[in-house]
């Protein structure tokens, strides 16, 4: 057993270890999560678990093996290198792309997320009693049916050494939270959250929740789905779609995040999740959406979900812009991606847990904001609607055409909201909807949210993932209520 979980201890193992390969790396996490759930002011879930292993990966014959051990003695890691050089040597019979040092290179560094309050900071208890108060405070009449009020946090540390001198230790401080009702008049159900089921998540202590504003919040979530009992559905047209940012980040994630992963494009995830309607002669080349349209990976946005200096193979982070003014100009995709498409891509090879191998993966990625106000964005718009908060998504496997829902929806008619809507959805495809971006919000209108629950790969991996955007107008957009 090491005698204790650090870079210069896991640097005297990979030094110790007996295999004939060209690079051995180590990646060890530990992950400390809390999750606490309270419905109708009745705790439901109060539970507490320790996740913790490490990964040995091995370059040989131009080909890289895995294997984990939940065990951190010596003999385990050991028999784990071993396994990995065998899968390596296997997998060179069939290779499809010989692999190099080059795409594991030599990397020093060290990262921790930014916080204010740490993640103990509030008992258990306390914890509690915040829940059981904000479904009190979403309860605002007897038509509220059910409310919910969730808290997870998690701490994740990762250590990760190579044989050619890597060292790289990275802390995590992550704070997930959702509240929620549900409403009903008969026949009438309706439900409104905060944000969409667990989109306020950051990286942070307490500071991120709850802020001055809750408990306001709390209550205008209850209001609106009491409102939308009452609502008309959302009339079939095609109209001006406006989106608020809790629902971009959906439509980012699904229209943009996946389509790019090189990983897709070169079919590794066809049988799974599906491939993509991007081709590699597409880059530099396409069109993506309109000139309003600017993507960025940024894993360096202090606070975002998915912010880290180093990916879990030890490429460093930067900031870079996917898509530049509607134009494609690289993908999501590891070194291992890039130097089998010959596409430029980021450092984004991802692994949910210590016991999964790291793949392609979206992080941050962002639109970035233009210069309209909000109330000149909807001044500008005749006849629309504005929608709020993903309720359902649906969207093909080669990432084309796609139907999104919302949970709360406004008609806009001659610059003023007029009526509220309920049930409001829209579809179109890919690359036409984002050539119909045709206003953006300013920085007062930029929001991040993220998810826990990006889910791809054989052996599935749910990874977290965060998006920030702007409010955003789009031309001519068809939009059709529940019934349609």
């Known amino acids: 057993m090491l005698a204790e979980l650090s870079l210069a201890e896991l640097s005297k193992a990979i030094a110790s270890l007996d295999v004939p390969a060209e690079w051995v790396g180590l990646r060890s996490v530990k992950e400390t999560a809390h999750y606490r759930h309270v419905r109708d002011e009745v705790p439901q879930n109060n539970s507490r678990s320790v996740n913790q292993g490490i990964m040995v990966e091995v370059l040989a014959n131009g080909q890289i093996g895995y294997a984990a051990s939940n065990s951190l003695n010596l003999e385990n890691i050991q028999a784990a290198a071993k396994a990995a050089y065998r899968q390596a040597i296997a997998a060179s019979q069939w290779a499809v792309h010989p692999l190099t040092t080059a795409v594991r290179p030599k990397v020093v560094g060290q990262y921790s997320s930014p916080f204010l309050k740490p993640l103990d900071a509030l008992t258990p208890g306390e914890v509690n009693d915040l829940l059981i108060r904000l479904c009190k405070t979403l309860k605002v009449s007897d038509q509220i049916v059910q409310t919910n009020a969730i808290a997870i946090t998690n701490e994740i540390e990762s250590w990760l050494v190579s044989s050619n001198g890597s060292e790289v230790y990275q802390r995590f401080l992550i704070l997930e939270t959702h509240y929620g009702v549900t409403a009903q008049d008969g026949a009438v159900v309706q439900q409104r959250t905060s944000n969409g089921f667990l989109a306020n998540c950051y990286q942070g202590g307490w500071e991120r929740f709850p802020d001055e504003n809750l408990w306001m919040q709390a209550q205008h979530i209850?209001?609106?789905?009491?409102?939308?009992?009452?609502?008309?559905?959302?009339?079939?047209?095609?109209?001006?779609?406006?989106?608020?940012?809790?629902?971009?980040?959906?439509?980012?994630?699904?229209?943009?995040?996946?389509?790019?992963?090189?990983?897709?494009?070169?079919?590794?995830?066809?049988?799974?999740?599906?491939?993509?309607?991007?081709?590699?002669?597409?880059?530099?080349?396409?069109?993506?959406?309109?000139?309003?349209?600017?993507?960025?990976?940024?894993?360096?946005?202090?606070?975002?979900?998915?912010?880290?200096?180093?990916?879990?193979?030890?490429?460093?982070?930067?900031?870079?812009?996917?898509i530049k003014e509607g134009l494609l100009l690289r993908g999501l995709g590891s070194l291992e991606s890039q130097t089998r498409l010959g596409i430029p891509g980021v450092a984004c090879a991802r692994a949910s847990s210590w016991n999964r191998p790291p793949i392609d993966r979206m992080a941050n990625l962002n639109l970035e904001p233009g210069t309209d106000s909000f109330e000149a964005l909807i001044q500008n718009v005749e006849h629309g609607v504005y929608m709020e908060s993903n309720q359902s998504w649906s969207i093909d496997d080669q990432r084309h055409k796609f139907q999104f829902g919302c949970e709360y929806a406004r008609l806009i008619e001659n610059g003023k909201f007029t009526k509220t809507l309920r049930n409001p959805n829209y579809r179109s495809t890919t690359t036409e909807f984002w050539h119909r971006l045709t206003q953006i919000g300013n920085d007062s209108t930029w929001q991040m949210y993220g998810t826990p629950y990006c889910g791809k790969g054989e052996p599935n991996q749910a990874i977290r993932v965060g998006h920030g955007s702007p409010v955003c107008v789009f031309s001519d957009v068809e939009v059709f209520g529940g019934g349609a």
Not at 270 to 288: E, H, I
Not at 311 to 317: K, N, R
Request: glycine share 8%; charged share 20%; aromatic share 8%.
């Open 222 to 322: 209850g209001e609106q789905a009491i409102e939308l009992l009452m609502a008309e559905e959302c009339p079939t047209a095609v109209t001006t779609l406006v989106l608020a940012p809790d629902q971009m980040m959906l439509q980012i994630h699904e229209s943009v995040g996946h389509p790019l992963e090189l990983d897709r494009i070169l079919g590794d995830e066809r049988n799974y999740a599906g491939g993509s309607f991007v081709k590699p002669s597409d880059f530099g080349q396409l069109v993506y959406g309109s000139p309003l349209m600017n993507i960025t990976f940024n894993p360096t946005v202090p606070g975002e979900l998915a912010s880290y200096q180093f990916d879990d193979t030890g490429t460093a982070a930067t900031h870079e812009y996917l």
